[in-house]
């Protein structure tokens, strides 16, 4: 059997069907390629030479990395959010898949960019993402009535988000004041009915010394989110991909799929990943410190085996606008995990505040009027009883 091959420049992105000669596109289901016709099914090509799941070197790795997707791609970059996302080669897209704009133009994917070296393919079937943002709107409160008609929901995409991950060795040489508590009884002089007393009190002091030490811990694939779509605090609490399934990169996995380029560089990556790193071992310095308390913390770290990987995490994003403002929903492909950004409707939760206080007014005027009444009773019965 014939190997599908990936298509010419112009049929970017396409497998073809070894029986029918038509598109192949990446099917959750299958976890492999299926036609689009004939419904034939199978693996995955791995290109020639590919090695995968690779931890490179960072500093001769940057030279070493192989470029390009390894596949011709069609792209479109948005003029808003910045993101440049790779497209099926017939899709013609009018609108970002991050953002919803439509100030999008079509572009070259940059061929010098570093090929991923693994990606987690699709696990959710789209379908299952579409429930999954009508079960979000239909739950959310609040919010403006058009906003599920606005929410086009065929406007799920499955987009293959760039990320970075370093391991990274690290030896840790702090120094640090220790404070130990101790506690003298103070006499003092205080006013009490009007007479001047002497009291005593413990006061806190505290000792201090000199205290310093080193520890080694190792990192495993720190993650960094390299997308220009995704907001950061969006994609941060987001990250809970499980990497121990990462599969080697094959163009053939984004058959059928949108990509995003990375928008944040191998440095640049390194940098952020570096000084989440330099907190962790700040925290971790100050545990070892020891004392009741301290002070002037100074941390040196030295990297060692720096590795890095691109890798491609699947998220389904249905983008939406509101009032000119963007708003996303984001299913992680991997977990199917929900995050959802909306926007809130002010005259409804005016409306609301208001139904309450109705309320509150009605119900005071209903047991007011019934104490009241209960008032006028014992009175009454106060006038009979005079009488008898
Ligand atoms: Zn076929
Ligand atoms: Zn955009």
């Given at each position: 059997m014939t190997q599908p091959q990936p298509a010419q420049a112009q049929q970017a992105l396409q497998f073809q069907c070894p029986q029918c000669g038509g598109e192949m596109i990446f099917d959750v289901t299958a976890a492999g390629l299926k036609c689009k016709y004939c419904?034939?099914?199978?693996?995955?090509?791995?290109?020639?030479?590919?090695?995968?799941?690779?931890?490179?070197?960072?500093?001769?790795?940057?030279?070493?990395?192989?470029?390009?997707?390894?596949?011709?791609?069609?792209s479109f970059n948005c003029r808003e959010c910045g993101a440049t996302v790779s497209v099926a080669p017939n899709e013609r897209t009018a609108s970002c898949t991050?953002?919803?704009?439509?100030?999008?133009?079509?572009?070259?994917?940059?061929?010098?960019?570093?090929?991923?070296?693994?990606?987690?393919?699709?696990?959710?079937?789209?379908?299952?993402?579409?429930?999954?943002?009508?079960?979000?709107?239909a739950g959310l409160w609040f919010r403006p009535s058009n906003l599920k008609t606005m929410a086009q929901l065929e406007q799920v995409y499955g987009v293959y988000v760039p990320y970075w991950t370093f391991d990274a060795n690290v030896h840790s040489q702090w120094t640090a004041d220790r404070g130990w508590h101790y506690y003298e009884t103070e006499t003092y002089q205080t006013v009490e009915n009007g007479e001047t007393v002497t009291r005593e009190r413990q006061v806190q002091h505290t000792r201090w010394e000199s205290a310093w030490g080193q520890r080694q811990d190792h990192y495993d694939d720190e993650l960094v989110c390299a997308s220009k779509g995704l907001p950061e605090e969006l994609s941060n609490s987001f990250a809970t991909f499980d990497t121990t399934h990462l599969m080697a990169y094959a163009p053939g996995y984004l058959a059928g799929w949108r990509a995003e380029s990375y928008a944040i560089d191998l440095p640049a990556a390194w940098t952020k990943a570096q000084s989440s790193i330099q907190a962790k071992q700040q925290s971790k310095c100050s545990g070892d410190?020891?004392?009741?308390?301290?002070?002037?913390?100074?941390?040196?770290?030295?990297?060692?085996?720096?590795?890095?990987?691109?890798?491609?995490?699947?998220?389904?994003?249905?983008?939406?606008?509101?009032?000119?403002?963007?708003?996303?929903?984001?299913?992680?492909?991997?977990?199917?995990?929900?995050?959802?950004?909306?926007?809130?409707?002010?005259?409804?939760?005016?409306?609301?505040?208001?139904?309450?206080?109705?309320?509150?007014?009605?119900?005071?005027?209903?047991?007011?009027?019934?104490?009241?009444?209960?008032q006028r009773a014992l009175e009454s019965g106060a006038h009979l009883s005079a009488l008898v």
């Open positions: 419904k034939h099914t199978m693996a995955v090509p791995v290109p020639p030479g590919a090695k995968g799941a690779e931890e490179i070197p960072l500093r001769e790795g940057y030279q070493r990395a192989p470029r390009g997707l390894g596949v011709a791609t069609t991050y953002c919803a704009s439509h100030s999008v133009v079509q572009t070259q994917t940059d061929p010098n960019h570093i090929q991923p070296e693994t990606l987690i393919p699709f696990r959710v079937a789209r379908e299952k993402a579409v429930d999954s943002f009508k079960g979000w709107l410190v020891g004392g009741d308390t301290q002070r002037a913390l100074q941390v040196q770290n030295t990297f060692s085996n720096e590795t890095f990987k691109h890798v491609l995490l699947p998220v389904y994003v249905a983008a939406y606008r509101y009032k000119d403002k963007p708003y996303r929903f984001l299913v992680n492909g991997q977990t199917g995990e929900v995050r959802g950004e909306a926007p809130y409707s002010w005259v409804k939760i005016t409306l609301a505040i208001l139904a309450v206080i109705a309320v509150i007014v009605l119900l005071v005027v209903l047991f007011g009027g019934e104490r009241e009444s209960a």
